[in-house]
């Protein structure tokens, strides 16, 4: 059985058609404020709402360079579980969000040509200080 030839137009289509749908990366998270901004050492285990910018449902808090148990409540809200251990002495700890890296390949046409979508490399918020209180 003879395979007819595969055009090779077919193929500058489905790179040109992949380029085009590709879309920027998004932009970095950023933090506008904390709630609460403290808390006194020794106290029990919290919820943190962070409210800022670009956040994704992908978006992680990080307390301290830990990453922490985060939910996404919106593009501009997520919530993070401060657990007791984190607050247990006083000091100023450091609270930032991390959106993930994005993108990854795809295959498509009948002899599965691969594409590759611009994978962005994810980005960090500005650092927000906790106080924890004697």
Known sequence: MVMPARSPVLYVLLIALAMATS????????????SPSSATAGGSQFTLTINGNHFRTTSIVYLNGSSLPTTFVS??????????????QAGTLQILVLNPPSGGTA?????????????????????VSFTVSP
């Open 107 to 127: 295959t498509t046409g009948p002899d599965q040509l691969q594409t590759t979508t611009p994978t962005c490399a994810g980005g960090d918020s500005n650092v």
């Open 75 to 88: 593009s501009q809200q997520l919530t993070a579980t401060i657990p007791a251990a984190d607050i247990a």
């Open 23 to 34: 879309c920027a990366c998004p932009p970095a998270p950023s933090v506008a404020s904390i």
